[in-house]
């Protein structure tokens, strides 16, 4: 694991049910095409996480995820890139992919297939904006695992396609998808979502006492 000086907000970040960083993970496209419109949502995207003293995750790719985290960074945020490579020398040279954006760089060595499992596993919300398949086997593992997952609309790729996806999967996994064309009242609403009384972490065991006293019981999980 590669870690970095850093400026990020230590002292605000915003902690979740189970004491640790809230940790949003951004899946996108790494393609370098993309309408300036978008990757301007994109940046806006990673400055509401930022602002909302949450921690940014990625592929650590290039594309929207890239532009999410420069944003994200630039802003004083705090960042996570999940590498496939085994080494920064292979996750430049090889899978030409950016670094510098990140304050904590995990090789994984397992491609980017394998990666994907860290991606998600590793996020407490999922946001997907833009994407191609690899995207969308991101958001498959995301839905399959009952993570709460946000889209971005409108900004391009399966993101048009999703909402029709949802309708036919014919499966309760505990997933909630939530739907909004501005970045920064996605992370609102995906945080308010999180914070609710009644959202249920997917890896709560189900026989844990309730908790007392109006307060929320801490998981456990480290992902």
């Known amino acids: 694991m590669l870690v970095k000086e850093s400026s990020f907000r230590q002292s605000a970040i915003n902690t979740g049910h189970n004491g640790h960083a809230i940790r949003f993970g951004v899946m996108g496209s790494a393609a370098a095409d993309h309408e300036v ?14 602002r909302s003293e949450c921690c940014l995750l990625t592929g650590a790719c290039s594309g929207l995820p890239q532009a999410a985290a420069s944003a994200a960074k630039s802003d004083g945020g705090q960042t996570i890139g999940i590498s496939p490579a085994v080494s ?19 090789f994984t060595g397992l491609g980017f297939m394998g990666r994907e499992l860290i991606n998600i596993r590793s996020s407490d919300i999922v946001v997907v904006v833009g994407g191609r398949s690899g995207t969308l086997g991101e958001f498959s593992i995301a ?11 409108e900004s391009g790729g399966i993101t048009a396609v999703i909402p029709e996806l949802e309708a036919h999967l014919g499966k309760e ?41 109006g307060q929320r019981r801490q998981c456990d999980c480290l992902a």
């Open 173 to 213: 996994t505990g997933a909630e998808v939530i739907y909004d064309g501005s970045p920064e009242h996605l992370v609102t609403r995906l945080l308010d979502r999180y914070r609710a009384e009644d959202y249920k972490c997917p890896c709560h065991p189900t026989s844990w006492e309730q908790p007392t006293s």
């Open 37 to 50: 419109e978008v990757l301007e949502r994109c940046r806006e995207l990673g400055q509401a996480i930022s």
């Open 143 to 153: 839905y399959e695992e009952g993570k709460l997952i946000g889209v971005l609309s």
């Open 88 to 106: 920064l020398k292979e996750h430049v040279e090889f899978y030409h992919s950016p670094y510098e954006e990140y304050d904590f760089l995990i």
